[in-house]
């Protein structure tokens, strides 16, 4: 007889669908993914589906790797994906990893090897981290597919359970079938296969119980006989006690065999001896009692404490626990898988694990609470002194076993331990279940600073996941441990955390209130250490509420809160304080804010704060950018977040360039910039940095002139509800909407749309400084007569106003007020400066120079002309007729001579075409190198000689030429050196 039935039986559509499955995802590049999840109750055949999918995966070449939760009854982060990334690793099957670039690092999350020291300090949100997982199966399965199968969902961390539904989301295209299984009861997991379902991202198929005729079947094989030859008594009672299970069904025909009631008649037919009486489940609970009491008493009670650690055991925790020498413990292992209870669990060679997760409950099934309880107890003294410190999974596995031990208190600050350690990893989500609980366990602790302590970092986690449903409840603790004589100091750092919390909920009033609270609590005479943290908060707060004097403010409390930080040695809340300090600084004192930056790099640097120090460099080039235009050390800064795995960041550093190279002109690269930008960010969720990508696609459209395009791009923002929000509205109207209105010469709309960011900004003032207040609006307001001598001085006595694309619109401002003033030798060296700082800008240069020549030629200063044919001749190429057609029309009422734009004037050279040179007296110009006669250029050109001579005296004419053998000489200059 065998143990189990050489076929899977009763599962052919769930087979075939698998089948279906994994076909879409062989196709390599081609493949098409997708994923199913396999759901029923404990023994339904979920795992023998799943090794069945990786059978038929293997027999087609492709790539299988296998990941299962622990079973130890508490969630680790990540732990599937860890462990089947390993046993890739194991079996040698990784591939080279060059194309996962910045994503090699954000797996060292899950790759020991992959981190270099800095994979958690980068805190990857497991969105990101699914991107880098998707990204690896990718190149996993290029060439054949690959398969992931992942087991025993329901006991999933929600860090796992965030990458399963990103890699759920991003299937489709892809060579990666992925099967999942779990238990059918309510959970995170289930949850997750329903909705995918009902999304099309995925199949669930709940596994039904067996019927009759597939119970009798399952028999025969086991049986080794047709299933006629199963007898009608053994086929009913199998049905009856089974409830069709197949798990139950081979252990109660492993349980008959063994006790004789099976036999073997002459034919080779099964009879049964006696009457079959069995219960489900005492009948499995007999089955496996039966077969390990058979071991002996000493390996029974080995089996039985393993069971109390879980369906997955240690053995080194299981000898330290009961005492046992190394030769019974070997002699029990071999025993137990001679008798399918248990087996070595792959991954680890020192884990063995039960054959079925009801195994290990019928182990326990015979124990008493009490029992259980000391057995438990060991078990956790075992594990503590054999790994001191608790590293890794050992903290949560003793906490589990502490809680079922009885003590409370003990469970209650291992899981704090816990939950704090996947804080800092930046498995928020974990750490807010483990801290949760063990809040809950401390209900009773008699030391409530520690009780307090806990509650501090379950606020921060719940800040971080933003689950915000049970903060009244959590500020309701606060002020019953008050009530009991917490000290106030941890009572004020409490209601610190709970305005953090009301903050990152939006509810900027509340925040405040526990602010107030804190500081009352604190008094007049509060050390740094305490007011730090508080001011830390305000400041934001500030910055969160909409206020005409918010930036004042929160500049007051960051600055105290920076310097009370540094005193007291908090580095975090001194590195938080300076960067807001120097986003701030940047409208007064441009070397203040690299000054902060600087100083929070550093702090960052020598406390090894290492995402903190990429961060407060991002930032720091971020000003030198609006400097001076130099984009050298955000290319350096993105390198190092690229090196870390940051990609958060490493995309924020993308937006400015990509920003960046809008304003030079560089269109194309910008484009290809921000649509990668906006692939990923939408993939990944980041909806504000979706936003923020969006309003730069717009200025994209704007400053090509497109206006449809930049109406279209404005209205996905509204719709991702972000131009609602203060922080792209001066974009979408100061560096966008303005600036298409200047392309299409429409200076009444480009005036609206500046006066309406300027409106926004004084309502909410923005940290942005680009959009118009210290650069263009004062120029257009100059242009307009509105703005004088008054207002120049009040924009330029801010250091935004010095800031390079500002600078350019501000000098020509000042050029035109000396002009009208009568100082035309200093309005002309004025524009000369204004020229030079825009060599960067060439959009914004030259339509600098088609604004200011109106006023020159009015006022009787400058080159008007001359400025005018260099912006005709650009804004010609680049195809924004609109202002091209102003240029000619004003060089027209200006008396100047203007070329016909006709078809070939391209060909004419930038030199020339500035001159005034129309495509035919290019022509005529071309020949003239060969001092050739009127007659034969005539000849040539098809036109008359007459024509032929009129073309030669314009050309003399706008060359500046005495005659025309100097013509033919400059033509041969011109034209060949």
């Not at 293997?58 to 079973?71: K, N, Y």
């Not at 994503?103 to 880098?132: C, F, I, K, M, N």
């Not at 289930?190 to 198929?205: N, V």
């Not at 197949?246 to 073997?264: M, T």
Request: glycine share 8%; hydrophobic share 45%.
């Amino acid at each position: 007889m065998q143990t189990r039935s050489p076929t899977v039986v009763g599962r052919a559509r769930e087979i075939e669908s698998l089948h279906r499955l994994l076909a879409g995802a062989h196709g390599g590049h081609g493949g098409h993914g997708g994923a199913i999840f396999l759901v029923g109750e404990p023994g339904i055949g979920k795992s023998r589906l799943a090794a069945t999918a990786t059978a038929q995966a293997l027999d087609a070449g492709m790539t299988t790797l296998r990941g299962r939760v622990g079973a130890i009854g508490t969630m680790v982060a990540f732990r599937p994906f860890t462990e089947a990334l390993l046993s890739l690793i194991r079996r040698g099957e990784m591939p080279t990893t060059e194309g996962l670039g910045p994503y090699q690092q954000v797996l060292g999350r899950l790759v020991p090897d992959w981190d270099d020291g800095t994979a958690h300090d980068t805190a990857a949100s497991p969105v990101v981290l699914g991107e880098a997982v998707l990204r690896l199966l990718t190149l996993v399965g290029r060439d054949r597919g690959c398969l992931l199968v992942l087991e025993d969902l329901h006991g999933s961390d929600p860090e796992t359970l965030a990458v399963i539904e990103y890699l759920l989301d991003n299937l489709d295209n892809q060579p990666i079938a992925l099967v999942a299984t779990m238990r059918s009861e309510m959970c995170e997991a289930y949850e997750l296969a329903r909705l995918s379902a009902q999304r099309g991202t995925a199949e669930l198929i709940e596994l039904q119980p067996l019927r009759r005729s597939e119970v009798a079947e399952l028999a025969a094989g086991c049986l080794e006989v047709p299933v006629d030859g199963v007898p009608e008594q053994l086929s009913d009672q199998l049905w009856n006690d089974s409830a069709g299970v197949p798990f139950i069904v081979e252990e109660l025909l492993q349980e008959a065999n063994r006790s004789g009631q099976l036999v073997s008649g002459p034919d080779g037919s099964v009879q049964v001896v006696d009457d079959l009486h069995t219960n489900v489940p005492p009948a499995v609970v007999r089955s496996i009692s039966s077969r390990t009491a058979q071991l002996g008493p000493q390996s029974r009670d080995i089996l039985v404490l393993a069971a109390v650690i879980g369906h997955r055991f240690p053995l080194s925790v299981v000898r330290k626990a009961t005492g046992t020498d190394e030769r019974l413990l070997l002699a029990t292992l071999r025993a137990g898988v001679a008798a399918q209870l248990v087996g070595p669990d792959e991954p680890a060679p020192d884990w063995y694990a039960f054959r079925h997760p009801l195994t290990a409950e019928s182990l326990l099934a015979g124990l008493t609470p009490t029992e259980r309880s000391a057995l438990a107890s060991r078990c956790a003294d075992a594990v503590e002194e054999l790994h001191p410190g608790l590293p890794g999974e050992w903290c949560p596995m003793v906490a589990e076993l502490a809680d079922t031990g009885g003590d409370s208190i003990r469970a209650g600050r291992l899981f704090a331990l816990a939950g704090r350690r996947s804080f800092d990893d930046g498995s928020t989500g974990s750490a807010a279940n483990l801290l949760e609980r063990a809040n809950t366990l401390l209900v009773a602790d008699p030391d409530i600073g520690h009780r307090a302590d806990v509650l501090g970092s379950l606020l921060l986690a719940l800040s971080a996941t933003g689950r915000f449903e049970h903060i009244a409840a959590h500020a309701a603790t606060v002020d019953e441990l008050a009530d009991r004589n917490l000290d106030s100091r941890k009572v004020a750092a409490l209601h610190v955390q709970l305005a953090n919390t009301e903050m990152m909920a939006g509810r900027w009033s509340a925040g405040l209130a526990h602010v107030t609270t804190a500081r009352s609590l604190l008094g007049s005479d509060a050390g740094d250490a305490d007011l730090a943290p508080v001011d830390a908060i305000a400041a934001n707060l500030e910055l969160a509420r909409t206020s005409p004097g918010r930036l004042k403010n929160a500049t007051e409390l960051a600055t105290r809160a920076a310097a009370a930080a540094e005193r007291a040695e908090l580095p975090e809340v001194a590195c938080e304080a300076l960067q807001l300090l120097g986003i701030l600084a940047r409208e007064h004192d441009l070397d203040r804010s690299i000054d902060y930056f600087h100083r929070a790099r550093q702090i960052a640097e020598d406390h090894g704060m290492t995402y903190q120090r990429v961060g407060s460099h991002f930032f720091q080039a971020g000003t030198i950018c609006l400097a001076n235009g130099s984009i050298l050390e955000l290319e350096r800064a993105r390198q190092q977040a690229l090196r870390i795995g940051a990609i958060p960041l490493m995309y924020e550093v993308d937006g400015i360039l990509g920003q960046q190279a809008i304003l030079r002109s560089e269109y194309a690269r910008a484009a290809e910039i921000i649509a990668e930008c906006l692939e990923v960010t939408r993939r990944l969720r980041m909806g504000r940095a979706a936003t923020y990508f969006l309003a730069i696609k717009a200025i994209l459209e704007a400053h090509q002139g497109r206006r449809a395009a930049m109406e279209a791009t404005l209205a996905e923002v509204a719709n991702w509800g972000g131009e609602r929000a203060s922080y792209e509205l001066p974009y979408s109207y100061g560096l966008a909407r303005a600036f298409c209105a200047l392309l299409e010469e429409n200076r009444e709309l480009a005036d609206s749309d500046l006066a309406q960011a300027l409106a926004y900004d004084a309502q909410n003032p923005t940290t942005l400084h680009l959009t118009g207040k210290n650069g263009l609006g004062l120029l257009l307001g100059v242009l307009s007569g509105r703005n004088g001598w008054a207002h120049f001085e009040a924009v330029t006595a801010t250091a935004a106003s010095g800031m390079r694309w500002n600078k350019q619109f501000v000098q020509l401002a000042e050029a035109v007020l000396l002009g009208r003033d009568g100082q035309a030798e200093a309005a002309n060296a004025k524009v000369q400066e204004a020229t030079e700082t825009a060599l960067l800008f060439p959009l914004a240069r030259h339509l600098g120079l088609r604004l200011v020549a109106e006023p020159a030629y009015a006022d009787g200063w400058g080159d008007p002309v001359a400025w005018l044919r260099l912006a005709e001749d650009y804004f010609h190429t680049a195809g924004i007729p609109a202002v091209a057609s102003a240029c000619r029309g004003l060089m027209r009422q200006l008396g100047a001579t203007v070329s016909q734009r006709r078809n070939g004037s391209d060909q004419v050279p930038a030199h020339l075409r500035q001159l005034g040179i129309t495509t035919r007296e290019y022509e005529v110009c071309q020949l003239l190198v060969d001092r050739i006669g009127n007659k034969s250029i005539a000849s040539r050109l098809h036109i008359s000689p007459r024509t032929v001579e009129k073309h030669v005296a314009s050309l003399m004419s706008k060359t500046q030429q005495p005659d025309r053998e100097a013509l033919s000489s400059f033509a041969r200059t011109a034209l060949q050196g």
